[in-house]
């Protein structure tokens, strides 16, 4: 459990190696898939599959990888992230330092896409998930969606970036390294030049959590909830709301 928990090199490897394979293999699928059913299927029906698709190839298989990664080790879950590391306080006191933190990255993402219009003359781009969802998709696929979205993507990342990647490095005698490494590599893999930087300043604080509790369900509690407001903002149509009061 962190610092007690040697992370082989070669079960690294094996383990990011098999994750670009399966992001590969789930792509040209993706691809195979929708053509055969871009003629049978409504455009949002269509758009669906693929994001649906998408996460299940990043983090479905990923939980996967990171399954056969703690087998090689001959240990579970449990004893790999503290998960028995007085569980209740650390989700609880995971949750409510998120509700704190939540205003200031909102704050921020605003603030860097002022910025980037401002002196780059470029908007930050809207993700695709982000369009799909306010394009009001099926109630089934906004439930898998939000699943997928809340629950399995928290739980592969924190996985690999804060139980795997930050302290394999960190043990090494790279602490720093460690830290800015996988808070940068977590930003930067969610493609979102506009929410880059409060992406890194929330892995930071993930890390955090990680080192004060020393259970992974800490930083996962706070990345459900940051995926959970943000979901349920998307969903509700409040940001329009917003803009609608605020013209008013």
Request: aromatic share 12%.
């Amino acid at each position: 459990m962190l610092d007690d928990r040697h992370w082989k090199l070669d079960a690294l490897l094996r383990l990011l190696i098999l994750g670009c394979l399966g992001i590969g293999v789930g792509s040209l699928s993706l691809m195979v898939i929708e053509n055969v059913t871009r003629q049978r299927l409504l455009p949002n029906d269509l758009e669906f599959f693929r994001q649906a698709g998408g996460f299940i190839a990043l983090q479905g298989l990923g939980l996967i990888w990171i399954y056969i990664f703690l087998r090689e080790h001959e240990i579970s879950a449990a004893p790999a992230f503290g998960f028995h590391n007085a569980p209740g306080r650390s989700m609880g006191v995971a949750f409510l330092i998120m509700l704190g933190v939540l205003p200031l990255i909102f704050a921020l993402m605003i603030l860097t896409g002022t910025l980037m219009q401002k002196f780059f003359g470029i908007a930050p781009p809207e993700q695709v998930t982000v369009g799909f969802l306010k394009n009001h998709p099926r109630f089934w696929q906004t439930v898998i969606l939000g699943f997928v979205a809340v629950v399995l993507a928290p739980v592969a990342e924190e996985m690999l970036f804060r139980g795997i990647l930050y302290p394999f490095i960190k043990q090494r005698g790279y602490p720093r390294t460690a830290l800015w490494s996988t808070a940068i590599l977590f930003g930067v893999i969610h493609f979102n030049l506009g929410a880059l930087v409060p992406l890194i300043g929330l892995a930071l604080v993930w890390t955090w959590l990680y080192e004060r509790t020393r259970n992974l369900l800490a930083p996962i509690t706070a990345h459900v909830t940051f995926n959970a407001v943000n979901f349920f903002l998307l969903t509700a149509d409040l940001p329009d709301w917003l803009e609608k009061l605020v013209k008013k």
